[in-house]
């Protein structure tokens, strides 16, 4: 247990419906991160926030997904109107602001969404 | 574009004989980290090596870096079956620090 949790572990939502995704980092993290994981691939890099700002989106960030760390403590990942498209591993992850100079950044256990 | 490339994709060993991974990447890095991850679960951190480290070692793991060669290895030594997992190395640069995987190494280690 790396201290990052997520929930729910396994999502199953037909198409069209919203589904929210949420993250408790570690507590004194203030930099947390999501990724997307599809099966056989390594997970890619969705967003990130410093504290309650949300300082980069990648383009795989549609407009359908949005983001939010209200009090610079928990997140949530929505995405509405599903797709199958967006069947796939959700990751949380966090760490210090520091990581270039060599703190960790810990993941969860991921979110696994099923679109039918 | 992937950051991070594992060699080779899959990689099968019986217990108690040692792994070993590669790992390139294509620009210059501040550190370089190592994931472990069992099927479905989430990425478990194994090391971080600095870009100004060579080697570095944790238990049975040994990780090296080559940033002339822009690449690292991951040794598991006296593997054991509950290694059985796919790794990971990952990489970023920079104050925002993403990291960029690649598809990783499937270790399949049998007893």
């Known amino acids: 247990d790396t201290g990052v949790s997520q929930d729910p572990r396994h999502k199953i939502t037909k198409r069209g419906q919203n589904v929210t995704f949420r993250c408790d980092p570690i507590s004194e993290h203030n930099r947390l991160y999501w990724y997307r994981q599809t099966l056989g691939q390594g997970p890619e890099f969705l967003t990130y926030?410093?504290?309650?700002?949300?300082?980069?989106k990648s383009r795989l960030l549609s407009d359908r997904f949005s983001a939010e760390r209200p009090k610079g403590s928990f997140s949530t990942l929505e995405i509405q109107r599903t797709e199958q498209g967006d069947s796939a591993m959700y990751l949380c992850a966090s760490s210090l602001s520091e990581v270039q100079s060599g703190n960790t950044i810990y993941f969860g256990e991921g979110s696994w969404l099923t679109v039918v | 574009s992937q950051q991070g490339e594992e060699d080779p994709q899959a990689l099968s060993i019986q217990e108690g004989e040692n792994a070993t991974m590669n790992c390139s990447y294509k620009?210059?890095?501040?550190?370089l980290q190592w994931y472990r991850q069992n099927s479905g679960r989430g990425l478990v951190h194994l090391i971080l090596i600095r870009s100004n480290e060579r080697e570095k070692h944790s238990g049975r793991l040994r990780v090296t870096l080559d940033t002339s060669k822009k690449s690292s290895s991951l040794l598991i030594t006296a593997s054991r079956a509950a290694d059985t997992a796919s790794y990971f190395c990952a990489s970023g640069l920079g104050s925002n620090y993403k990291l960029t995987f690649g598809k990783g190494t499937l270790l399949t280690v049998n007893p």
């Open positions: 620009t210059s890095i501040n550190n």
């Open positions: 926030f410093q504290n309650e700002a949300q300082l980069e």
